[in-house]
């Protein structure tokens, strides 16, 4: 079973910027395509970037683009999530995802979450 701990969050102010991590264990992520999520209080779990297993191919949420980079090193078996120019928009939960599509719809693996806090 592959287990995901996110780490990195916590309170920024508009236009800072954090880096999120996302640390593997049980097996390797070298067998899957990662990604970030986040669900802001209220709203639903929304998309936000994901990397295929190769680390060649990224897709980005439009409002994200320009501003946050995924990333993975699949020997230490670590996603990150460098996310700079942070805005108010930005504060949700951020999850680090598992999957076999970079779509990352229903990904069989989650974390428990880290929270991202942008103060205006």
């Known amino acids: 079973q592959l287990q995901l701990v996110e780490s990195g969050g916590g309170l920024v102010q508009a236009g800072g910027s954090l880096r999120l991590s996302c640390a593997a264990s049980g097996r390797s992520i070298s067998n899957y395509d990662m990604g970030w999520l986040r669900q802001a209080p209220g709203k639903e779990r929304d998309f936000v970037a994901s990397?295929?297993?190769?680390?060649?191919?990224?897709h980005y949420a439009d409002s994200v683009k320009g501003r946050f980079t995924i990333s993975r090193d699949n020997a230490k078996n670590m996603v990150y999530l460098q996310m700079n120019n942070l805005n108010p928009e930005d504060t949700a939960v951020y999850y680090c995802a598992a999957g076999s599509s970079l779509v990352m719809v229903a990904p069989p693996y989650w974390g428990q979450g880290t929270q991202v806090t942008v103060s205006s």
């Open positions: 990397i295929s297993v190769s680390g060649r191919i990224t």
